[in-house]
């Protein structure tokens, strides 16, 4: 009984051993693929193109908010001058009071507009960014399918305890650049050298 299985646990082993040697497998850096794309860097354009205009909208609205609270504190003032009659006193104080109203309604549309500007941003990059991990995944699975590989590993991430994907994996069967050129990307030159 115990020859019998000796000798399956044999057959059963060789012949995984063979099936994995018919393997092939490949490794991809997909980060360094993704920051080499051309639709990555034309995104990070617009993005910064974005931000500018926000900011340049954000302080254009601070701007107005600081003239405000400077109308409110002059006729605050105005209303604490003794040389005004009393009604002429109560004027500025419910002048200064509605420029105050004013603020705070100014001072909570800007906090709305930023949250909303910043919200459009994040869901346009998101939405840029999946479209190009899909067409990467496309791309990839295609290189795959031609060149005859069964695996792929993404070498660039971690798993969910922080540890690399592929402990370890032979320079040689890293595809990235391959997979840069299939794409239109460039790896820039620094990084390149480095790896």
């Known amino acids: 009984m115990m020859k019998k299985l000796t000798i399956a646990i044999v ?12 393997l ?32 340049a909208d954000m ?7 600081r003239a405000l609270q400077e109308e409110a504190q002059k006729l605050k003032e105005a209303a604490n001058t003794p040389m005004l009659s009393e009604s002429a006193r ?9 420029k105050l109203t004013e603020l705070e309604e100014l001072q909570l549309r800007i906090r709305r507009t930023q949250e909303s500007r910043l919200k459009q941003l994040r869901d ?28 792929v590993f993404d070498t660039s ?12 994996a032979d320079e040689s069967l890293d595809v990235t650049e391959r997979i840069v050129e299939r794409i239109g990307g460039k790896l820039p030159e620094a990084k390149a050298k480095e790896d």
């Open 124 to 151: 346009q990059l998101m939405k840029t960014r999946q479209g190009i991990v899909d067409e990467l995944m496309g791309a990839l699975k295609a290189f795959a399918q031609e060149e005859g590989y069964d695996l």
């Open 24 to 55: 092939r497998i490949a490794t991809v850096d997909l980060d360094k693929v993704f920051q080499s794309h051309p639709k990555t860097q034309k995104a990070e354009e617009g993005l910064k193109a974005a931000e500018v205009r926000i900011k």
């Open 59 to 65: 302080e254009k609205m601070a701007g107005e908010a």
């Open 90 to 98: 109560m004027q500025k104080k419910l002048e200064a009071e509605d």
């Open 157 to 168: 991430g971690l798993t969910m305890n922080a540890v690399p994907l592929a402990v370890y």
């Open 11 to 22: 057959l059963a082993l060789s012949f995984a051993w063979t099936a994995a040697a018919e």
